[in-house]
């Protein structure tokens, strides 16, 4: 569990508790290297400015600067390496969590203008990191790099997965503008472009994109949530797993493509007898055409179980147990018998044992003396999890507290009510929920997820991975009564004069 901090943020003018809390969509950039003092521009709602910050590790502070939005955030040399989660606060409420990623190479902004391939934003050295953002509709950010002959260049962006408004695309041309190479979707709706240079020269990566989630109209975007991280390098790319693979190890995933028509992919995998397997597939969550079944087959390919859409996906999951020891197959193909180049997917298998997860619907809340805050969590058992449960709260301060609830056996949404004392001082900071075994006293916490999944004709909607997909780290904002009025004083008795 990553350890809290809370950045001291002391502020010359107090914030009211009729202000409305803050809201957060984006950082710009959204990355900064260890060592480093950053000025990132946040995209959201912040009045009155300034607002407070939490981050979810220590060793990186925002200091709020006197322009509304903008923060000097100070990264310390060993500040933790990767994401983090950021929410902005006042006396009224939090925003929600959003990224910022700290690096422990050099990271170089995007500079305007470089729209046009003629006159790209030069690249010194690689390997280079760029935080960068489309700015308008129609925006196309270029970046020239010197490649010699038979050198290859992988370029990825990460865009989606940091909630980011637009759906990227990677291209390479050369000095006349020709395309050399193209791609779109990659594991997620994110492109992964890898391309060996014919000749020596100076070669032109250009990113852009459409709007996300997608519309009728289709053309370039751009706008404040176009936000991206574009990666060049020319060392060698980590080892991919094989896409046909023969055997299936138990736990494990394996990435795989329908190549054409009627194709089917089909792995081995080793199964004990009574036990339960869980196989999820992805495939459409992550930009892919594939519209995915999943079969499993035991001796003579005699068909077992079978799955396609789950969750409100297109995507198929499936839980089976193995009737006898021995080796069976998993089966993948596309329901409306198509296959190619963009038809992938990756598919996980491990053994289902029992568990349960506690998953809140809201990721914060606000408590009043008058107006105690209902926070429901839904719970969900798997695989034959039975132990009795209370849900409950910790870390809450002082003056609030949370009748621990038993939970029923059957999963659903509990509710648990946060109440504050007429004495409780305002507070804001972050809290967990835990389900505890009333046998053993183990917990599970509970976590908001940051992800959502679902469709809408076809058309993805919502980020299915991110680069970080949940939180344990809740929210509450105890807004403390107003101060009684003091008692008027006595006036002094009149003293008549003397006669």
Not at 11 to 36: D, M, N, V
Not at 262 to 285: G, I, N, P, S
Request: hydrophobic residues 40%.
């Amino acid at each position: 569990m990553a350890s809290s901090h809370v950045a001291g943020l002391l502020f010359a003018a107090s914030l009211t508790a009729s202000a409305a809390e803050p809201s957060l969509k984006h950082l710009f950039p959204a990355a900064g290297p260890q060592g480093t003092t950053v000025t990132v521009t946040a995209n959201g709602k912040f009045d009155p400015w300034p607002v407070k910050a939490w981050v979810d590790a220590a060793g990186i502070t925002f200091k709020p600067t006197d322009k509304a939005g903008k923060f000097d955030v100070e990264i310390a040399k060993d500040a933790a390496p990767g994401p983090h989660l950021v929410r902005f606060f006042n006396d009224s409420g939090a925003s929600a969590p959003r990224f910022f990623i700290v690096s422990p190479e050099p990271e170089l902004t995007d500079t305007e203008p470089n729209d046009e391939f003629r006159s790209p934003q030069k690249i010194a050295a690689l390997p280079a990191t760029i935080s960068g953002k489309l700015d308008k509709a129609g925006d196309v950010d270029s970046f020239a790099v010197a490649l010699t002959k038979g050198q290859t260049l992988t370029a990825s962006l990460e865009a989606y997965v940091l909630m980011s408004t637009f759906d990227g695309l990677l291209r390479i041309v050369d000095e006349r503008g020709t395309q050399l190479a193209f791609a779109h979707d990659g594991r997620t709706l994110d492109p992964v472009l890898t391309w060996t240079a014919p000749r020596d020269g100076v070669f032109v990566v250009q990113t852009m994109g459409f709007v996300y989630p997608g519309r009728a109209e289709v053309g370039l975007t751009g706008g404040e949530g176009c936000i991206y991280r574009l990666r060049l390098t020319t060392a060698p790319p980590a080892e991919q797993p094989s896409e046909e693979p023969v055997t299936l190890t138990l736990p494990g995933t394996i990435a795989g493509r329908i190549e054409h028509a009627d194709d089917e992919d089909r792995f081995t995998f080793t199964a004990v007898k009574q036990r339960a397997y869980e196989f999820t597939l992805t495939a459409a969550r992550d930009g892919s055409p594939l519209d995915a079944w999943m079969r499993i087959d035991g001796k003579d390919a005699k068909q077992l179980a079978r799955a396609d859409d789950s969750d409100g996906s297109r995507d198929p999951k499936l839980t089976w147990t193995a009737p006898s020891d021995g080796v069976f197959s998993v089966a993948v193909g596309d329901l409306t018998h198509r296959g190619g180049a963009s038809y992938t997917y990756r598919l996980s298998a491990q053994e289902a044992a029992p568990s349960v997860a506690a998953i809140p619907v809201a990721d914060s809340f606000v408590v009043k003396p008058d107006k105690p805050a209902e926070a429901k969590v839904a719970v969900k058992r798997a695989n034959g999890f039975k132990t009795k449960l209370k849900l409950a709260a910790k870390n809450l301060p002082e003056g609030v507290s949370a009748a621990e609830i038993d939970v029923p056996d059957k999963d659903g949404e509990v509710t648990l009510k946060l109440t504050a004392t007429p004495e409780a001082k305002a507070a804001s900071q972050p809290i967990q929920f835990v389900l505890r075994e009333v046998e053993d006293g183990a917990e599970h916490t509970a976590r908001f997820f940051l992800t959502k999944t679902g469709e809408d004709n076809g058309v993805p909607q919502g980020y299915t991975t991110l680069v970080i997909d949940s939180t344990d780290q809740l929210w509450l904002t105890v807004i403390a009564a107003p101060p009684k009025p003091e008692a008027p004083k006595p006036e002094p008795p009149k003293v008549e004069p003397a006669k």
